[in-house]
């Protein structure tokens, strides 16, 4: 039985019979913007798949038809630390997808801001939609991007 007093989840985890793992995005009503928790959840997906040696290769995409993220979540309430804490898994998760041992691919569409593009970009192979938008507005404020570290 689930704990009712549990967050719900906001990412999902699979891995076929042939070897294709996929994490999917799932907080559609907030353009999958990438939260505390969603952080979580990521980096935990992605230690489970590094230790599965049936994974041959590692996908991300989306449940929101308007795009794959909407970058870090501005709405999400934190203090100092807490935006600290943010960046460090932000970082943390660009440098475990970037060592990931086997192909990592984004399945792009829509809008993929921010950190949505740095997933994306810390990918071995990107897909895009005829729709795709990739933005990087941090960039402009100043602030370190993922990419800027290769």
């Known amino acids: ?20 793992a996929l994490i ?17 959840e990521l980096l935990e ?8 040696e049936a ?8 449940t929101d038809h308007m795009g794959f993220s909407a970058g870090a979540d501005v709405r999400e309430e934190l203090d100092h630390d807490g935006h ?10 660009y440098d475990a997808i970037v060592a990931f041992p086997e192909p990592t691919v984004a399945a792009c569409h829509g809008d993929v801001v ?5 997933i994306s970009i810390a990918c071995d192979l990107r897909v895009g939609g005829s729709n ?4 990087f507005p941090g960039a402009a404020l100043g602030m370190p991007v993922g990419p800027a570290r290769l």
Do not use: C, I, K
Request: hydrophobic content about 40%; charged content about 25%; cysteine-free.
């Open 1 to 20: 039985m689930s704990d009712p007093t549990a967050p719900e989840t906001v990412t999902s985890y699979s891995v076929a019979e042939d070897g294709v």
């Open 24 to 40: 999917r995005l799932d907080r559609p009503r907030a353009r999958n913007a990438l939260n505390t928790q969603m952080l979580s």
């Open 45 to 52: 997906h992605l230690a489970v798949a590094r230790g599965d």
């Open 55 to 62: 994974v041959r290769v590692l996908v991300f995409s989306s």
């Open 84 to 93: 600290v804490a943010r960046m460090q898994m932000f970082s943390d998760l």
């Open 114 to 118: 921010g950190g949505g593009a740095e």
């Open 132 to 135: 795709l938008r990739m933005r």
